[in-house]
């Protein structure tokens, strides 16, 4: 029985890593409807900026507030300058500007910074606490405990503040926003602004266990994408319980089902989107579609 | 220009480019004839690929499973097997058409963003499946697959130069028989229910016969494109199939432009060549150039993109009511009418 | 949409152009045959290398290797060359893909027509084309990849052969370790699930044969995996005292890392690919690395030991002024300058009447020093005998190094 908790509290550990980059895809995807395949990359881009930070001595905090300045500042910039020329075609033109991004973020990364692997301090203490003997680590606690804040932080502004409600107006009927009087492209900029940063956050919560090196994120991406799909693409808790839910299935799957071992077990949790989404196509959180016929 | 001469143009640019294409192997090395091999074995796929997406409205990110299929259904065929390896080509056809097929089912209830995950996760399990079946797909070290030598009386060509012609021979009928089925009512049915379902289903049309065989003939020419590929390559391995893979499909169709047939040559081609000139101007800086290249041609190429991937989205996506009330104020794009060159 | 498919036309024979213009005309010397005099890729005052190395992707930490060897042949340039002719090594990005590996060998042989492909990276890439390069009798020298097939069988593909010491090699000299430092051990196994993984892990378990060695449980990841930690988590329940650690540097780091946080004290034998101080000891923090145990065939660019070492001083400085982007504490930048020196002396021996058999010749026939290379190592071949390297030396890490131990085993002499 211990040994089943243990499992499940490292999977929910796990699933707090999918979750936390879930949350920056959610974010954009609710305030623009887009999906986009360079969060990853964006969010590693950024680890490696305050990587560089440190390097000039930059103590950890510090260097950490002024990454989620600059990814904020980057993902305005990124949304005006690349984004907003190719926005209102088709949706397939802007996934392959988001794919574009990606390959373009992962090569810039490996020019700049090499393709080797490098340690990045965490923000909180190495040890781990033991509930009856069943071990936690202090960072599984923080990465959790950190996510949770962010949705919270981001319920907040979204439901209760007046630019968090324009980014839902935005989002739900652009048209009628402008007709308002809501500024849109401004608000489309400060969505992945604040997408960018979450990202940010994101990587620098990862990094010190997985390693910083450019294809850090692109692993964890796949599992974030599931972790999103299965919570509901636009419900932000719903990012972070459906990284939960994929984290100890999959490491329940793999510790106990010897057949499916450990190259298998990301089947896991493929197999139960496909669940999922045949029950319940909108994810466990997500809002239905109503089409209009 | 009058509708005549542009046909004649049109025709006349056709003759032109069978004409180049044909003369390829003889007037390129090895390493060229090759790479063009591999377009044209790429341009099968990605017109898969543009059936189900540009026309029948669905979406597929896990193309390159249906391709890796074919790939390797050829190569175990002919290495465990013994198979001629022509008849390799029509099993792949199958083995990846049924594929498709049971893809398609799942797709009919799911859609949009959900479909493109589902599709997304395809491509993922590629590689872990490969590995995991190693004594017929020789595993993470991959097989070395034995190239098709040509027959007698083809003797006196070389080798590259006998696989690019057959690639060509392939290829040309199964562009030509969907250009045709697209003209056809078939072709007018996917159109139809990309631009709405429900009126198409009003119609009279059987949406879940259309959208499952659309996925299955999408899927189909993916596989035999992997035999293709297989024949040219003579090697496959799970670190060819990645989700590098699928996303350069799409990346093809949408650069090529979608709903069309002449899209997916010119998809194929960029997803080949551009790289590879990007890596020629600067090895460390290649992926920086490609990534730049694909945003900037989607910056130009937007103006005149057919609006049709609204569909696919639309009806999962914010903006569904917005969308259907410009539909309402008549901004519908002509539904029945197949967009798309030859 | 008419417009635009004229337009589409239009474009598409303007590529066809383009393509026409950049295109060669066709020859028909493909690059074949080896014998006779006018080597292709040989004139009197160059020798054309090629070589095929994953510059992007997920093996793209490897690509340093590729401009590393670059380097060495640059010095080797500065200083006249080899007989008199100046090495142009051009090398292409695979990306990891046996595909892009295929069209690169063709590419080199038939566009740029190499002498030689030195140095081509990775287990599925050098067989991918090791059929191509022998039917067409070029050269496949010094292969960057640890398995054993292409030293196995010199006459199925006498133009292939590989330079660092095989996996299973180092996997018996682990397994000899471990015969006499702990002859009962349990073993947990960590692998990557490729045949590096299953090569080490394989030659492993045929090593401990008849010994009291067991393994008692085994881990298997893939390198899309984000992490290994949950495998490490299983195998420290498992109840082994030994941990053999079959890995990338990556993985391997946050294997250490995952054993340090996790109570768990086996006795840590970490193979060779990701026994890196720079790559890996250090992100993860000397404590957590003490007792680890590992094997090395070259001397270590951060140890102490070898400061003085002419031919490190020598590595060091040059490394600096031919390839100044690149760390010479970083021992895949140590480990391409070795394997362009064997070439270098491989190239020397084969004369200036150069021609592929002689490389050939020279290659499987070599009985000499590399600097790099630990002392009582040499690159040895002869009839039979189609590995280049077969010998390490066990390291422990202690403090902030790792310590040779013992004596260099050779393990042809098993």
Redesign the interface.
Same mark, same amino acid.
């Given at each position: 029985m211990k040994e089943f908790i243990q499992v499940t509290v490292d999977g929910i550990a796990a699933g707090s890593i999918y979750g936390a980059v879930a949350l920056a895809l959610v974010l954009i995807y609710r305030t623009t409807g887009i999906v986009n395949f360079a969060q990853g990359e964006m969010a590693m881009f950024s680890t490696f900026i305050a990587w560089g930070l440190l390097q000039a001595d930059v103590p950890l905090g510090l260097a950490i507030l002024c990454t989620l300045g600059l990814s904020f500042a980057g993902g305005m910039a990124i949304e005006r300058l690349i984004i907003r020329p190719v926005e209102g075609s088709d949706p397939l033109a802007l996934v392959i500007v988001t794919l574009g991004l990606l390959i373009l973020l992962n090569s810039g990364a490996g020019w700049i910074w090499g393709f080797n692997n490098r340690a990045f301090p965490s923000m909180f203490s190495d040890d781990r606490l033991d509930i009856g003997g069943v071990h936690i680590s202090w960072e599984s606690i923080g990465i959790t405990g950190v996510t949770l804040g962010v949705v919270g932080v981001l319920w907040v502004f979204t439901q209760k503040t007046k630019l968090g409600l324009a980014m839902r107006a935005v989002s739900m009927n652009p048209e009628s926003s402008q007709l308002s009087g809501i500024r849109v492209g401004r608000t489309l900029m400060i969505g992945w602004g604040l997408a960018a940063a979450v990202g940010a956050l994101a990587g620098a919560l990862i990094a010190p266990s997985l390693f910083l090196d450019v294809n850090f994120m692109g692993a964890v991406l796949v599992y974030s994408f599931a972790a999103a799909t299965l919570g509901g693409f636009d419900s932000p808790h719903g990012a972070v319980i459906g990284g939960w839910i994929i984290g100890v299935t999959e490491t329940l799957a793999g510790h106990y089902v010897d057949f499916i071992g450990a190259d298998l077990k990301i089947l896991v949790p493929l197999g139960i989107i496909i669940a999922v989404l045949m029950v319940r196509p909108s994810g466990l959180f997500g809002s239905r579609e109503v089409a209009r016929v | 220009m009058n509708a005549a001469t542009?046909q004649r143009?049109?025709v006349g640019?056709l003759i !032109?480019?069978g004409i180049?294409a044909a003369a390829v192997p003889?007037?390129?090395?090895? +390493?060229?004839v /090759?790479?063009?091999t591999?377009v044209l074995a790429y341009a099968v796929a990605v017109l898969g690929l543009n059936v189900l997406?540009g026309y029948s409205g669905q979406?597929s990110l896990g193309h390159g499973a249906f391709f890796a299929l074919g790939a390797y259904t050829a190569a175990s065929l002919v290495e465990k097997a013994s198979f001629p390896h022509l008849l390799t080509l029509p099993v792949a056809f199958v083995v990846a058409g049924a594929a498709g097929f049971l893809v398609g089912l799942?797709a009919l209830?799911?859609?949009g963003?959900?479909l493109?995950?589902?599709t997304?996760?395809l491509a993922?399990?590629t =590689?872990?499946?490969i590995?995991?079946f190693e004594g017929l797909t020789g595993?993470?070290?991959?097989l070395?697959v034995v190239q098709p030598e040509p027959p007698g009386f083809l003797s006196g060509l070389?080798l590259d130069q006998y696989v690019y012609l057959l690639t060509l021979v392939i290829a040309v009928p199964l562009f030509a028989l969907i250009a045709l089925m697209l003209r056809s009512r078939v072709g007018r049915s996917l159109v139809a229910i990309r631009d709405n379902e429900?009126v198409a289903k009003s119609m009279g049309i059987n949406l879940a016969t259309m959208k499952t065989g659309a996925f299955a003939v999408s899927a189909a020419y993916a596989g035999v494109a992997g035999a293709l +590929?297989v024949f040219s390559?003579?090697?496959v391995?799970p670190?060819?199939f990645t989700?590098?893979l699928s996303?350069a499909f799409?990346?093809a169709i949408?650069?090529g432009?979608?709903a069309?047939v002449? @899209?997916a040559?010119?998809g194929a081609?960029f997803i080949v060549l551009v790289p590879e000139y990007a890596?020629d101007v600067d090895?460390?800086? =290649? /992926?920086?150039i490609? @990534?730049? #290249?694909?945003?900037l041609v989607?910056?130009v190429?937007?103006r005149? !993109?057919? @609006?049709?991937? $609204?569909r696919?989205?639309g $009806?999962?996506? $914010?903006? $569904?009511?917005?969308r !259907?009330e410009r539909e309402d104020r008549g901004g519908i794009p002509a539904a029945g009418v197949p #967009?798309? @060159? #030859? | 949409m008419r417009i635009k498919s004229r337009v589409q036309w239009l474009i598409a024979a303007l590529l066809a152009l383009a393509l026409i213009a950049a295109g060669c005309g066709r020859d028909d010397d493909d690059g074949g045959g080896g014998g006779g005099g006018g080597a292709p890729g040989v004139s009197d005052k160059s020798i054309k290398l090629g070589g095929s190395y994953p510059f992007s992707g997920p093996a793209s930490a490897y690509g340093t290797i590729g401009r590393a060897a670059k380097a060495h042949f640059d010095w080797v340039n500065s200083k006249g060359g080899v007989n008199g002719r100046k090495i142009q090594f051009v090398t292409l990005d695979d990306g990891y893909d046996p595909a892009r590996a295929v069209s690169n060998a063709r590419r080199l042989v038939t566009q740029e027509k190499v002498f030689a492909l030195f140095n081509t990276l990775g287990t599925a890439n050098n067989l991918a084309i090791w059929d191509y390069t022998n039917q067409q009798k070029v050269p496949q020298v010094y292969v960057a990849t640890g398995a054993s097939e292409f030293g196995e069988d010199p006459d199925k593909h006498p133009f292939t052969i590989g330079w660092q010491p095989d996996y299973v090699s180092e996997a018996k000299t682990y397994a000899e370790f471990l015969k006499k430092e702990k002859p009962d051990a349990k073993v947990a196994v960590l692998y990557q699930n490729d045949s590096f993984g299953k090569n080490l892990t394989g030659g492993f378990e045929d090593a401990i044969k008849g010994s009291n060695i067991k393994i008692v449980a085994r881990e298997s990841y893939e390198v899309t995996d984000p992490t290994v930690a949950p495998q490490v988590t299983k195998l420290a329940d498992s109840g082994a005292d030994t941990f053999l650690d079959v890995t990338t540097p990556k993985p391997g780091a946050q294997a250490i890392g995952t054993v340090a946080k996790s109570g768990w004290k086996p006795l840590h034998i970490l193979n060779n690919v990701a026994a890196s101080k720079t790559l890996v000891l250090k992100p993860v923090g000397f404590e957590a690395a003490q007792g680890i145990v590992s094997t090395t065939y070259f001397k270590d660019p951060e140890d102490p030991q070898w400061a003085n070492d002419p031919a490190m001083k020598e590595y060091k400085t040059q490394l600096k002024k031919f390839g100044p982007k690149l760390n010479p504490n970083e021992p895949f930048n140590a480990y391409g300058w070795a394997a362009a020196a064997t070439m270098v002396k491989a190239l020397q021996q084969a004369g200036g009447d150069l021609d592929r058999d002689k490389l050939m010749n020279s290659v499987r026939n070599m009985d000499t020093e590399i600097g790099l290379l630990l002392p009582g190592i040499r690159i040895k071949t002869g009839q039979g005998d189609g590995y280049p390297i077969q010998s390490n030396q066990i390291m422990r890490f202690e403090d902030e190094n790792w310590k040779l131990e013992g004596q260099v085993i050779n393990a042809a002499e098993k």
């Open positions: - | 542009e143009l049109r640019g !032109a480019v180049f003889f007037v390129f090395g090895p +390493y060229r /090759g790479q063009l591999l997406v979406i799942p209830r799911i859609r963003l959900y493109a995950l589902l997304l996760g993922v399990a =590689a872990p499946l590995k995991r595993g993470a070290d991959g070395n070389a429900i +590929y390559v003579g090697f391995g670190e060819s989700l590098v996303f799409l990346a949408v650069v432009g979608l069309t002449s @899209g040559v010119l081609l890596a090895d460390a800086l =290649a /992926g920086v490609y @990534g730049a #290249t694909l945003i989607m910056y190429e937007r005149g !993109a057919v @609006g049709l991937a $609204r696919i989205w $009806r999962a996506t $914010r903006g $569904r009511q917005d !259907a #967009t798309g @060159g #030859t | -």
